[in-house]
Nanobody
């Protein structure tokens, strides 16, 4: 399975960005797709996730500002980020968890840098 992420960049505080991540290859069935981030000197943390039935979950720090969505037909997950803050600066990684008989799997994308700065 390959994950291709895009959409990172430099944005001013209060601005918006949209990240996309498309999965390809021997995907099987997807259980969940999500976004994690890692800021310099910090551990990687969950930002948001969406399950195959559309259930979403968010880190408290992004609730009300970020929206995760998915297009199951395209095996793609999106992260709409609004009201961005400098503390949102990090490398954002997409993640996929699924099943491909006879086992389950988990893969990570290559990461896309989001910098929030004036």
């Amino acid at each position: 399975v390959q994950l291709q992420a895009s959409g990172g960049g430099l944005v001013q505080p209060g601005g918006s960005l949209r990240l996309s991540c498309a999965a390809s290859g021997r995907i099987g069935s997807i259980n969940e797709m999500g976004w994690y981030r890692q800021a310099p000197g910090k551990q990687r943390e969950l930002v948001a996730g969406v399950t195959s039935d559309g259930t979403t979950n968010y880190a408290d720090s992004v609730k009300g500002r970020f929206t995760i969505s998915s297009d199951n037909a395209k095996n793609t997950v999106y992260l709409q980020m609004s009201s961005l803050k400098p503390e949102d600066t990090a490398v954002y990684y997409c993640n996929i968890k699924g099943r491909r008989w006879p086992t389950s799997y988990e893969y990570w994308g290559q990461g896309t840098l989001v910098t929030v700065s004036s």
